[in-house]
């Protein structure tokens, strides 16, 4: 007879490279964080996401007869960012997500009732270790909005694949972090 593993335990043996583990633990998570009728600093598995670009933004300068050159002026982030992740299995964030869009433009209104600042959040992209899931950098985007909540695709034949769900957000900017290093 087979001894009893936990959960918990037969998680660990299947993710765990130290000990030969068939699957891939998922590194990578996000945060929304002072988001409107969404629960605080709760992360989901990110299934995708593009790290926005940063550019720098210059303008021709001369000096008298010398030959044009470019000089920074300013940080100019993407300022748009989609995030693909695993639905819970309550549907909690869904429905937090349609309340807070509900609460953005009213629908019987046809325009926003509250003030912009009350809607802004953070939302943080995180990244994890596999050897012993410390935080290893974050991405960090300031005065965020969500913009769009996508579609969430599922079928009755697809029995081995997660429901997942895309958002959009703006961003006023964004900053990186290097992650708490483990000894």
């Known amino acids: 007879m087979p001894a009893k593993v936990n959960p918990q335990e037969a998680l660990e043996l299947l993710t765990n490279p130290s000990y030969g583990g068939g699957v891939r633990a998922n590194r990578f998570a996000i945060e929304l964080s002072n988001f409107r009728n969404i629960d605080q600093n709760r992360q989901f598995q990110v299934v995708s996401v593009d790290v926005p670009s940063l550019t720098v933004g210059t303008v021709d300068y001369q000096y008298n007869t010398f030959p044009i050159i470019k000089v920074p002026y300013a940080r100019l982030p993407a300022q748009t960012i989609t995030v ?79 429901v997942t769900q895309s958002l959009t957000f703006t961003y006023q900017d964004f900053e990186y972090k290097q992650g708490k290093q483990s000894p």
């Open 84 to 162: 693909n992740f695993r639905v819970d299995r309550t549907g909690t964030l869904l429905r937090q997500l349609n309340l807070y869009m509900e609460e953005l433009v009213k629908p019987s209104l046809g325009y926003t009732s509250v003030y912009l600042d009350e809607m802004l959040g953070q939302f943080n992209f995180i990244s994890y270790s596999i050897a012993n899931n410390s935080e290893q950098f974050r991405f960090e985007f300031y005065r965020a909005l969500i913009t769009e909540i996508g579609t969430v695709n599922y079928a009755h034949e697809d029995r081995d694949s997660y």
